[in-house]
C-alpha cells in the first residue's frame, strides 16, 4: 500500500508484503507509513518528504553510517542479536526489542552485523511531534487497545485484530492504526511494538 492512498482509518492493517523494497545505506527498507499529527492527535497521511512522523522497516546488511539529519530516531531490532552503535562518540548497544532513541546531525556509524538484521525505524521532526516505541508481550487473555495517535506492529509471534465485533489475523510486521472511537484491540501470543506520536 503506497503511503499516498493510506487514510490512516482507525483499525486499518498496512501490509508491510504489500510495500516495495528500497535501498539505504546498509541494507534495503520497506516503507510503512508517514504523515502528520493534527491537533486532535489524529494521524493524516503525507508524502514521505514532507512529514514530521515516519516508520520503516530496515534492514542492516554491513556496516558503515547513516545520516543522523538533526531529526529524533527511534530504532528497534525485530530481528537479530546486536547492533553496536556510535553516535556523536557515544557507543550504544542495540539489543533486541529494547527501542534505544537517539538524535544528531552527524553521520551514525555501525559495527558490522553477524547476520543481516531488521530494524523498524521511527523518524519524527523535533518541534512538530514526539515519538516514543514500547514493546509490549500479547496476550489472549487481555487485549492490547490502540489509541488515537498509536501504531501497533505485530513484530514476533501472531496476532488477532478485533475491531466492531470482528475478528481479522495480522501477520508478522502488519501495522494497524489505532483510535479512541473505533477502539481497536489486539490480542495473541508474541510481541507488538506500540508506536505512540504525540505533539510537543
Same mark, same amino acid.
Given at each position: 500500500?503506497?503511503?499516498?492512498?493510506? @487514510?490512516?482509518? %482507525?483499525?486499518?492493517?498496512? =501490509?508491510?508484503?504489500?510495500?516495495?523494497?528500497?535501498?539505504?545505506?546498509?541494507?534495503?527498507?520497506? @516503507?510503512?507509513?508517514?504523515?502528520?499529527?493534527?491537533?486532535?492527535?489524529?494521524?493524516?497521511?503525507?508524502?514521505?518528504?514532507?512529514?514530521?512522523?515516519?516508520?520503516?522497516?530496515?534492514?542492516?546488511?554491513?556496516?558503515?553510517?547513516?545520516?543522523?539529519?538533526?531529526?529524533? @530516531?527511534?530504532?528497534?531490532?525485530?530481528?537479530?542479536?546486536?547492533?553496536?552503535?556510535?553516535?556523536?562518540?557515544?557507543?550504544?548497544?542495540?539489543? =533486541?526489542?529494547? %527501542?534505544?532513541?537517539?538524535?544528531?546531525?552527524?553521520?551514525?556509524?555501525?559495527? @558490522? %552485523?553477524?547476520?543481516?538484521?531488521?530494524?523498524?525505524?521511527?523518524?519524527?521532526?523535533?518541534?512538530?511531534?514526539?515519538?516514543?516505541?514500547?514493546? #509490549?508481550?500479547?496476550?489472549?487473555?487481555?487485549?492490547?487497545?490502540?489509541?488515537?495517535?498509536?501504531?501497533?506492529?505485530? #513484530?514476533?509471534?501472531?496476532?488477532?485484530?478485533?475491531?466492531?465485533?470482528?475478528?481479522?489475523?495480522?501477520?508478522?510486521?502488519?501495522?494497524?492504526?489505532?483510535?479512541?472511537?473505533?477502539? =481497536?484491540?489486539?490480542?495473541?501470543?508474541?510481541?507488538?511494538?506500540?508506536?505512540?506520536?504525540?505533539?510537543?
Amino acid at each position: 500500500m503506497s503511503e499516498a492512498a493510506t @487514510q490512516f482509518a %482507525p483499525g486499518t492493517i498496512i =501490509p508491510l508484503a504489500q510495500s516495495s523494497k528500497k535501498q539505504w545505506e546498509l541494507g534495503q527498507v520497506r @516503507q510503512i507509513c508517514a504523515g502528520e499529527l493534527t491537533t486532535e492527535s489524529q494521524l493524516t497521511a503525507a508524502v514521505q518528504d514532507s512529514a514530521s512522523w515516519n516508520l520503516s522497516i530496515r534492514s542492516i546488511e554491513k556496516a558503515g553510517s547513516f545520516q543522523g539529519s538533526g531529526i529524533a @530516531q527511534a530504532l528497534t531490532l525485530i530481528a537479530g542479536d546486536f547492533l553496536q552503535l556510535d553516535v556523536d562518540g557515544q557507543i550504544h548497544g542495540l539489543e =533486541p526489542l529494547r %527501542p534505544l532513541k537517539i538524535e544528531t546531525s552527524n553521520p551514525v556509524t555501525t559495527s @558490522q %552485523p553477524a547476520e543481516e538484521l531488521l530494524v523498524l525505524h521511527l523518524t519524527t521532526t523535533p518541534g512538530r511531534v514526539r515519538g516514543t516505541v514500547r514493546i #509490549v508481550e500479547l496476550s489472549k487473555k487481555r487485549d492490547q487497545y490502540l489509541f488515537d495517535g498509536q501504531l501497533g506492529v505485530l #513484530v514476533q509471534g501472531n496476532g488477532v485484530l478485533k475491531l466492531n465485533g470482528e475478528e481479522q489475523k495480522l501477520e508478522v510486521r502488519d501495522t494497524v492504526i489505532g483510535g479512541d472511537v473505533a477502539e =481497536p484491540t489486539i490480542s495473541g501470543r508474541g510481541f507488538m511494538a506500540v508506536v505512540s506520536l504525540d505533539l510537543p
